[in-house]
């Protein structure tokens, strides 16, 4: 199984970017897929999450700025983020789990065992 995220990049506050995840080697129709980001002084934070007939859940910080899709066709999972700010700084990491992991609260990093290299997404002020 692969991921492969992209879109990263530095933009100024209030800016936007998109990011994707590409995925191969995995069949299974019904997995959950998810975002995630990492700074070197926090833990990994749950971003958003969607399941594969599309029901979502945001992190409360991102509600009503991300938006996250996914085409199961192309395998491919979205986050679209606007409005950055400097605190959305972090290398940003998709992941797979199991159907159940869309069910479950919060948005655990636990739930996820099919992970990308991620990419880094810098938001200055």
């Known amino acids: 199984v692969q991921l492969v995220e992209s879109g990263g990049g530095s933009v100024e506050a209030g800016g936007s970017l998109r990011l994707s995840c590409t995925t191969s080697?995995?069949?299974?129709?019904?997995?959950?897929m998810a975002w995630f980001r990492q700074t070197p002084e926090k833990e990994r934070e749950g971003v958003a999450r969607?399941?594969?007939?599309?029901?979502?859940t945001y992190a409360d910080s991102v509600e009503g700025r991300f938006t996250i899709t996914r085409d199961n066709a192309q395998h491919t999972l979205y986050l679209e983020m606007n409005s950055l700010h400097p605190e959305d700084t972090a290398m940003y990491y998709c992941?797979?789990?199991?159907?159940?992991?869309?069910?479950?609260?919060?948005?655990?990093?636990?739930?996820?065992?099919?992970w990308g290299q991620g990419t880094q997404v810098t938001v200055s002020s």
């Open positions: 992941a797979i789990g199991d159907v159940s992991a869309c069910w479950v609260a919060p948005l655990r990093s636990t739930d996820y065992y099919h």
């Open positions: 080697g995995y069949t299974s129709p019904t997995y959950c």
């Open positions: 969607i399941s594969s007939w599309g029901l979502t």
